[in-house]
């Protein structure tokens, strides 16, 4: 009898092929053309918590299919976090458009994503809220292996490349 494939399970390092598609079928997101599988430590905070839930229990090779409410993702849209700066508050003779991304630092000194989402005169209208807010995602996995994990992987809270980590 062959031994038992190791399952995904907290600790573990888990490679994953992915595809995030939209409610409507399109596809946001995918690691599978040509791509290598997404490798994380399970339990170690990398995916969303309800896409590494329906993944537990899991083996090699097996496919999840899992769709995510907004709350279970990247949460509800919040119209709190649309804003609208001054021109000035973009680098000078800097082109901006419509759909551009930028990373700004937020109070505490995290970093937030904002998007350029219009403009008004000499205001740009910018939104803080995820890309993914407000929607819900659909999930297609499989499962790409599972090991355990180093010590040196569980206690930096993620996997590790080939010949260690490079961080």
Request: avoid cysteine.
């Amino acid at each position: 009898m062959a031994p038992a494939s190791m399952q995904v399970a907290a600790g573990k390092i888990v490679g994953i092929y992915y595809t995030l598609k939209s409610t409507a079928g399109l596809v946001i997101d995918t690691n599978r053309r040509g791509g290598k599988p997404l490798v994380f430590l399970h339990g170690g905070g990398t995916i969303l918590p309800a896409l590494e839930a329906a993944l537990l229990g899991k083996s090699k090779d097996d496919e999840v299919n899992v769709s995510l409410s907004p709350e279970q993702g990247y949460g509800a849209r919040k119209p709190e976090l649309e804003k609208r700066l001054p021109r000035t508050a973009f680098p000078k003779g800097k082109e901006l458009a419509v759909g551009m991304h930028f990373t700004t630092q937020g109070p505490g000194g995290n970093s937030l994503p904002v998007a350029i989402v219009g403009f008004d005169g000499e205001e740009v209208l910018v939104d803080h809220n995820h890309p993914l807010a407000g929607q819900e995602l659909h999930f297609q996995v499989t499962i790409a292996g599972v090991r355990e994990a180093s010590t040196e992987e569980v206690k930096h809270g993620h996997a590790h490349g080939p010949g260690g980590h490079h961080h």
